[in-house]
């Protein structure tokens, strides 16, 4: 099992750059899928990014492609989301989860894919 806790999150102007990160507690670290969701207000939550165990395999959100970077150490047991471009869009409660399972395409985006989840760092982005 594996605990996981958000931070880097706060308010930043439109065009700035922000950087989240999440730390993850427990051993098999380097075997975990990482992902990253967030959840506007009165929105659903929505799949940002993903990094599979080694960080070989990535997938990006339409809506983050070019803008948003996914990264992970597993040295330090850490992901992490570099956020650049920022736009009030992007504004939510960003969400770090994490799973066993292989991450593919198909999986990648789907939050019921992940069985642990961090309790969120909210991100404002004022125009």
């Known amino acids: 099992q594996v605990q996981l806790v958000e931070s880097g999150g706060g308010l930043v102007q439109a065009g700035g750059p922000l950087r989240l990160s999440c730390a993850a507690s427990g051993r098999t670290f380097s075997t975990y899928a990482m992902g990253w969701f967030r959840q506007a207000p009165g929105k659903a939550r929505e799949f940002v990014a993903a990094i599979n165990w080694n960080g070989g395999t990535i997938y990006y959100a339409d809506s983050v492609k070019g803008r948003f970077t996914i990264s992970r150490d597993n040295a330090k047991n850490t992901v992490t989301l570099q956020m650049n471009s920022l736009k009030p869009e992007d504004t939510a409660v960003y969400y770090c989860?994490?799973?066993?399972?292989?991450?593919?395409?198909?999986?990648?985006?789907?939050?019921?894919?992940?069985?642990?989840w961090g309790h969120g760092t909210r991100v404002t982005v004022s125009s």
């Open positions: 989860a994490a799973d066993t399972d292989i991450l593919d395409g198909v999986v990648a985006g789907r939050a019921s894919f992940y069985d642990y």
